[in-house]
């Protein structure tokens, strides 16, 4: 069995942002999902801060909503378990949740601010207090 990668076809249709309603179907899910998810994941991101910046921006009113919809749709496909290559597999699960949220970070960036920046780097100094004790 080959190892499976994703297209640049199948990155950007996952993140076009949906329309308002799934937007907020979305953002429902990834406030129950995320942390979970990124505890699994943990291990196996390179930019762990960055996805919680990600987080922090896509939930915040005063970010762009083209932005905001395009965070969370990356996000969405990061968190909900509908997934090219299923992320229980070692090593290669997360490597199309890593591609998808890479291209939308690498575009987006420049919205993430540095009250967002703050509170990601805050819970992740708690995140790993937490998992510590």
């Known amino acids: 069995m080959g190892k499976k990668t994703i297209s640049e076809n199948e990155i950007n249709a996952i993140l076009s942002p949906a329309d308002m309603k799934q937007q907020q179907q979305q953002e429902k899910k990834i406030r129950s999902k995320f942390w979970p998810t990124f505890k699994n994941a943990l291990t196996q991101l390179p930019f762990a801060e960055d996805v919680v910046t990600a987080y922090f921006c896509a939930l915040d009113q005063n970010t762009p909503t083209h932005v905001r919809g395009v965070l969370l749709a990356a996000l969405a496909y990061f968190v909900l378990p509908a997934d090219l290559i299923p992320d229980f597999i ?44």
């Open 90 to 133: 070692a090593m290669i699960g997360f490597g199309d949740d890593v591609a998808v949220l890479t291209v939308a970070f690498s575009t987006l960036k420049k919205h993430m601010t540095a009250e967002q920046r703050d509170a990601a780097k805050k819970a992740l100094e708690e995140f790993k207090s937490e998992k510590v004790e």
